[in-house]
Nanobody, 123 residues
Framework: VQLQASGGGLVQAGDSLSLSCAAS????????MGWFRQAPGKERVFVAS????????KYADSVKGRFTISREYAKSTVYLQMNSLSPEDTAVYYC?????????????????WGQGTLVTVSS
């Protein structure tokens, strides 16, 4: 399974950006999916996750109310809508497919990872 993340770029504080993660196989439609990010010089951290049905979504406290995760089964794609971006959101964003159908905040629960897409927010 290959995951292709896209949509990153350079934006200003307060702007919005939408990330996409397309899976190479439809089989991930039965898997939980997640977004993680890694800021320069820091460890990769959880951002958001969604279970296979889309009914269980989890968010990091730092993005709650600003980011929204969703999925489109027909395209085997997961999205991350990011609003009210701040410089603290600057990071490489990675999408991942979980080992199970659940929504998880734990990176060890994810089996497949995308290559990452860079989001830079200027002040």
């Amino acid at each position: 399974v290959q995951l292709q993340a896209s949509g990153g770029g350079l934006v200003q504080a307060g702007d919005s950006l939408s990330l996409s993660c397309a899976a190479s196989r439809r089989t991930v439609s039965n898997n939980g999916m997640g977004w993680f990010r890694q800021a320069p010089g820091k460890e990769r951290v959880f951002v958001a996750s969604i279970n296979w049905r889309g009914g269980d979504k989890k968010y990091a406290d730092s993005v709650k109310g600003r980011f929204t995760i969703s999925r489109e089964y027909a395209k085997s794609t997961v999205y991350l809508q990011m609003n009210s971006l701040s410089p603290e959101d600057t990071a490489v964003y990675y999408c991942a497919a979980a080992r199970s159908s659940s929504s998880s905040t734990d990176s060890s629960m994810y089996q497949y990872w995308g290559q990452g897409t860079l989001v830079t927010v200027s002040s």
